[in-house]
């Protein structure tokens, strides 16, 4: 009973931290895997995401009543990463994302580095790119980023907010609202394939969803209350967590 309460409150706080910034992973994953140590990693993984998509679906739609989400890029951005999310499931399977652990704390720092000495970055919405140019960015951002989640995973609803106002020009809060649409379809594309394979713990994972809904309202609450300001100061605290997360599994080799 204790477990599941301590797996509720994890739950709860990835889907606050998730719903404004991403990052939940950092929180709830490392929760599954240390009360549940004998089940297999798969399983774990398929139960987190069954959890995971109730939490982002819950924050996409408190975002799309109250702020106005970019659908010219979040859609097709969401459907290359909805296709390319099943194709670095199917790559992982076969090449070792050994290289991928090694550089991602690099990435990352690169992305801190950029974000704090840019400091208008992301604090007025003025999109860049219209037209044909939206929609051919929006697919080459979805597609990596699906495909980092397929094969990877760790920081995606990070850099997918990073990417949003690097190269579109959003601020911070519209940024994250459109992060959430993606996240949502890479989630179900993840979330199809542990079904199929029998790989999720429908009745705990249904429990961990309700404490992530849960957290996510509040987390988009705080987000929308605050502004992109505390969306930028939460995202390089997020950052920097996964920095140290990500630069502690590369050295140790020991995976999410």
Not at 12 to 32: K, S
Not at 46 to 56: E, M, V, Y
Not at 206 to 227: E, S
């Amino acid at each position: 009973m204790i477990d599941f309460a301590w797996l509720g409150a994890a739950a709860f706080a990835a889907g606050l931290v998730d719903a404004v910034v991403g990052g939940g992973g950092l929180i709830q994953i490392p929760a599954v895997f240390s009360v549940l140590p004998k089940e297999v990693p798969a399983t774990l993984l398929g139960t987190n995401k069954l959890a995971s998509i109730f939490g982002t679906s819950a924050a996409a739609v408190n975002y799309a009543r109250r702020v106005r989400v970019a659908w010219s890029t979040a859609a097709p951005a969401a459907m290359a990463a909805f296709i390319l999310s099943f194709a670095g499931a199917w790559t992982v399977t076969r090449v070792p994302a050994d290289f991928v652990r090694t550089l991602l704390p690099i990435i990352l720092v690169a992305v801190a580095v950029y974000t704090f000495k840019k400091k208008d970055l992301g604090t007025v919405h003025a999109p860049v790119h219209s037209g044909l140019a939206e929609r051919y960015w929006a697919i080459g951002i979805g597609a990596a980023i699906g495909f980092y989640d397929g094969f990877f995973g760790p920081g995606t609803g990070s850099f997918l907010i990073f990417l949003f106002v690097r190269f579109f020009g959003f601020d911070f809060l519209s940024a994250s609202a459109a992060a959430k649409i993606v996240n949502v379809a890479c989630n179900f594309s993840a979330l199809l394939w542990f079904g199929y394979s029998g790989h999720i713990l429908w009745q705990l994972g249904l429990m961990m969803a309700v404490c992530q809904i849960a957290g996510a309202l509040l987390g988009t609450r705080l987000a929308l209350k605050h502004g992109s300001g505390f969306v930028r100061k939460l995202f390089l605290v997020v950052v920097s967590a996964l920095i140290l997360k990500t630069a502690y599994d590369a050295f140790t080799k020991i995976g999410w």
